[in-house]
C-alpha cells in the first residue's frame, strides 16, 4: 500500500541555518504530494503542496520539488527562524480518494 | 469564515464513561475524517465520512461510533472511555479528491 516516510527528528538548528528535511513516498500512480506544519498546541495546516511531477510548492520561504524519478519530496528554507520550531508532516493523497496518508512527523526546534 | 471547529477544547473522564466531541465545518465539505495524536506519534485515522450518512472505518475504529446526519457536522462518539483513548482528537475536512485538509484545533482528552 501506499507509505510516506520521513526523517526522524527531533531537528535542532541554530536562527538562519539552512533546512532540510527529508521525505520520501510509495505509492501508485500519481498522488498529490503535501507539507503540513502543527505549530505548539495547533491542529495541523497546509504549508505547501505539489500536484504532478516536477512541480514545486513554496510557502512562508519554504519549498518543496516533486521528484518522481526518486519517489521524494523534501522540504528545504535557506534561514530558518525561531517561529518555524513546529512539527513538519509530509503527507500524500490519490484524487480519486480524500484519504490522506501522513508521514510520522519532524519535530524541528530554532536556537536564538 | 469559523473552517473547522471542535468542542470540548479540554475534557477528563473517568474510565467507562460515554462522551461525544463535536465537530463541525462551515466550509461545505464532503469529506470529513477524524484522529488521533498521541505523544511523539504521528496521526492515525479513526473514522471518515465522504457525504452526509455515508461513514467508514479507518486505521483505528475499536472504542468509537461516528454519524454524519448533516454536510455541516461530524461527531465523534467514545462508547465506554479507557485509559488508552487519552490522546489528542483532531477532526478534519476537505473537498472530495483534493486531498488538501482543514484542521479543527483538537480536542485534550483524559482518561482516568
Known amino acids: 500500500g501506499d507509505s510516506v516516510t520521513q526523517m526522524e527528528g527531533p531537528v535542532t538548528l541554530s536562527e538562519e541555518a539552512f533546512l532540510t528535511i527529508n521525505c520520501t513516498y510509495t505509492?501508485?500512480?500519481?498522488?498529490?504530494l503535501f507539507w503540513y506544519v502543527q505549530y505548539p498546541g495547533e491542529g495541523l495546516q497546509l504549508l505547501l503542496k505539489a500536484t504532478k511531477a516536477d512541480d514545486k510548492g513554496s510557502n512562508k520561504g519554504f519549498e518543496a520539488t516533486y521528484r518522481k524519478e526518486t519517489t521524494s519530496f523534501h522540504l528545504e528554507k535557506g534561514s530558518v527562524q525561531v517561529s518555524d520550531s513546529a512539527v513538519y508532516f509530509c503527507?500524500?493523497?490519490?484524487?480519486?480518494?480524500?484519504?490522506?496518508?501522513f508521514g510520522s512527523g519532524t519535530r524541528l526546534s530554532i536556537r536564538p | 469564515n469559523a473552517g473547522v471547529t471542535q468542542t470540548p477544547k479540554f475534557q477528563v473522564l473517568k474510565t467507562g464513561q460515554s462522551m461525544t466531541l463535536q465537530c463541525a465545518q462551515d466550509m461545505n465539505h464532503e469529506y470529513m475524517s477524524w484522529y488521533r495524536q498521541d505523544p511523539g506519534m504521528g496521526l492515525r485515522l479513526i473514522h471518515y465520512s465522504v457525504g452526509a450518512g455515508i461513514t467508514d472505518q479507518g486505521e483505528v475504529p475499536n472504542g468509537y461510533n461516528v454519524s454524519r446526519s448533516t454536510t455541516e457536522d461530524f461527531p465523534l462518539r467514545l462508547l465506554s472511555a479507557a485509559p488508552s483513548q487519552t490522546s489528542v482528537y483532531f477532526c478534519?475536512?476537505?473537498?472530495?479528491?483534493?486531498?488538501?485538509?482543514?484542521f479543527g484545533p483538537g480536542t485534550r482528552l483524559t482518561v482516568l
Open positions: 503527507a500524500l493523497s490519490h484524487s480519486s480518494a480524500s484519504k490522506i496518508i
Open positions: 478534519a475536512s476537505s473537498y472530495l479528491g483534493t486531498g488538501e485538509q482543514f
Open positions: 505509492a501508485t500512480g500519481y498522488p498529490s
